[in-house]
């Protein structure tokens, strides 16, 4: 349809139909791609599955800009479309040209309902680009703007890897306080579904060694072992729960 009916008025949804569909089989498509490659036995298969990938997602990407440029402005599909381009080239490394994508989706569409995730890939796509004090900023702005999603708690996974790439001190601690002042207030309402608590509570459980670690890198060798202290003793009595 898409070669011989290009000019046709259906075409734009069907660009974003179709890659939207190819990145939803995506990960079935690296597993073959995985299977073809180790068949043919490459001395490099890590690079070969990567440029793999990068020329699927290119396709995705391609069908996905198509029709963003082509669609109404008032279409349902067009916010989508552009969010699946900066998925694709995320995916695909284009790391630079996802931070435009992403960027250009939150200027466009700043009270979309997917606005929450679209704030998050920014924020993972500048710590990939190494760019953490923009990263730190997005995601500080995640924090305050979504409370009440479910992606609320990733907000503070970011936070942590950028502040910990950067070796901020200050910003891991102000990240595990952050996590140990707001996870148990969450954890304590009754609004969570059973798998947003499971991933407070896997977070919250994980902020005690982030905490001795924090402790540890500024000197606080008897804060660390206090911390780690309670870490363990934490992780046992978690332990013995699951029993």
């Known amino acids: 349809f898409l070669a011989?009916?290009?000019q046709h008025p259906m075409s734009p949804e069907v660009h974003y139909v179709t890659g939207r569909l190819l990145f939803s089989m995506s990960s079935r498509r690296r597993d073959q791609f995985r299977a073809e490659i180790g068949e043919k036995h490459l001395p490099n298969p890590s690079e070969a599955l990567?440029?793999?990938m990068a020329a699927y997602m290119g396709d995705v990407e391609r069908l996905c800009r198509a029709a963003f440029e082509r669609?109404?402005?008032d279409h349902p599909y067009r916010p989508r479309a552009l969010q699946l381009v900066g998925q694709a080239c995320g995916e695909a490394e284009k790391n630079e040209e996802a931070r435009k994508v992403y960027e250009q989706f939150l200027e466009l569409y700043p009270k979309?309902?997917?606005v929450d995730r679209i704030t998050l890939a920014l924020a993972r796509t500048l710590l990939d680009l190494e760019k953490f004090d923009d990263g730190i900023k997005v995601v500080?702005?995640?924090i305050d703007k979504f409370y009440t999603?479910?992606?609320?708690?990733?907000?503070f996974e970011i936070y942590w890897k950028l502040v910990h790439s950067k070796g901020d001190l200050a910003g891991m601690e102000d990240c595990v306080k952050r996590v140990d002042t707001i996870f148990p207030l969450r954890l304590g309402g009754t609004?969570?579904?059973p798998a947003e608590r499971d991933t407070y509570e896997r977070f919250l459980g994980f902020n005690g060694f982030r905490n001795g670690y924090t402790r540890f890198a500024r000197g606080d060798f008897a804060g660390a072992r206090e911390a780690f202290k309670e870490h363990l003793a934490a992780v046992d009595?978690?332990?013995e729960k699951l029993q």
């Open 191 to 193: 609004s969570l579904k």
């Open 237 to 239: 009595s978690q332990a």
């Open 149 to 155: 999603s479910e992606q609320f708690p990733f907000f």
């Open 71 to 73: 669609l109404a402005a």
């Open 140 to 142: 500080k702005d995640g």
């Open 50 to 52: 990567r440029q793999k």
């Open 4 to 6: 011989e009916c290009d």
């Open 112 to 114: 979309d309902t997917e």
